[in-house]
């Protein structure tokens, strides 16, 4: 088996299949008696590009949602791989109860909908007057519109085909090969994007942030640390984080050198190319200490592994509002243990045989 087949042993794929009614049908020329003109031609919330809505859009906008929320879920711990995600096995437990319970909610809410589909699609006609004819011609069963909802997964290990020619020129698995020694390039580009977003919503130009803007970075840590032994680089991003997070106080706002440093660790998540110099340094014996010292521009404590504190830091025990935005993760509050830096790194990172 080539060596970078053995990092599948600890790697689930995982495959999501999610459907939903479009609630669409074809415009033809029928729908226009008297012909097509820009005099008669129905509203935008009923008609585009050439299909018509015969329900109102807004009554499956929580499907939408569903299925979004299971897409962030694998895309924080798994990273994309075969057309859906490569999840490290530790976690799968917890993914799998996660799952479960959208599907159960997408459920719930596909009968709730099914209940009032009668009652949904002839409030959409009486919305659309004038147009009636076009939405009543398109009606369909609620049992059709039953049989286009599902939400369902498979969870399945990948194997390298067994071929009599092992040699390293069989071009058999040449596919798999690519895509699983392409794992951490995808790895730090789902992380630059992670970043970048973060970026925008909590960092740029900030003077100080509330604990809410750790949440992203909380995210990044913990994909990077499950997913650990995809690439020998990922390790010390992961533990390069984690230092960072032992410099931030437990409570109240985060501004000054602290900030600066934290700043300069999501800029450098940003970039891909950046990043992995970085983390290559560090496996040839930087320490993480040594990276973030760059990156905020002052000493860190070894001791303490802190940043000095500016003043307006001094009181970090004061209650301070979720305001930094991050819309999508959940707050870190204040007091709440943050990952520290377990990882071991630099000349003695062990490979576990998995490079």
């Known amino acids: 088996m080539h060596p970078n087949m053995t990092i599948l042993d600890n790697l689930v794929a995982i495959n999501l299949s999610v459907t939903i009614w479009s609630a669409r049908k074809k415009l033809t020329a029928e729908d226009f008696s ?40 694998l895309d924080r711990n798994g990273v994309r791989f075969l057309g859906g995600w490569a999840l490290p096995e530790s976690c799968i437990t917890s993914i799998q109860a996660e799952l479960e319970t959208i599907a159960v909610e997408f459920v719930r809410e596909k009968e709730a909908f099914l209940n009032r589909y009668d009652d949904a699609v002839r409030d959409w006609i009486q919305n659309n007057p004038g147009w009636e004819s076009i939405i009543s011609n398109s009606v369909v069963s609620a049992d059709y519109v039953r049989s286009r909802f599902g939400f369902g997964w498979q969870m399945f290990k990948v194997q390298p085909a067994a071929v009599r020619d092992a040699s390293p020129e069989s071009v058999v698995n ?10 951490g390039e995808t790895l730090f580009g789902e992380v630059a994007k992670a970043a970048t977003d973060a970026w925008q919503k909590s960092f740029v130009g900030k003077q100080e942030v509330t604990r809410k803007a750790l949440s992203p970075l909380k995210t990044i840590h913990n ?21 960072a997070f032992s410099a931030v106080g437990k409570r109240g706002h985060i501004l000054g050198p602290t900030l600066v440093m934290l700043q300069g660790v999501v800029s450098l998540l940003r970039d891909p190319e950046a990043l992995l110099a970085h983390a290559q340094s560090m496996l040839q014996g930087s320490s993480a200490h040594d990276v973030l010292s760059i990156l905020g521009g002052v000493s860190m404590s070894y001791e303490s592994g802190a940043f000095p504190a500016m003043e307006g830091e001094e009181d970090e025990t004061a209650d301070v509002p979720n305001d930094a935005g991050i819309a999508d993760d959940a707050d870190i509050a204040d007091g709440e243990e943050l990952p520290q830096a377990l990882l071991p790194v630099g000349a003695h990172l062990d490979s576990l045989g998995l490079w």
Do not use: H, Q, Y
């Open 34 to 73: 008297g012909g097509v003109s820009s005099d008669n031609l129905p509203p935008e919330e009923l008609a585009s590009l050439g299909s018509k809505r015969i329900c109102n859009p807004a009554d499956l906008r929580v499907f939408g949602a569903l299925k979004s929320r299971a897409t962030t879920l």
């Open 174 to 183: 040449a596919g798999l090969d690519d895509a699983v020694t392409s794992l």
């Open 223 to 243: 994909k990077l640390a499950g997913l650990s032994f995809v690439e020998p680089r990922v390790a010390p991003v992961a533990d390069l984080l984690a230092t």
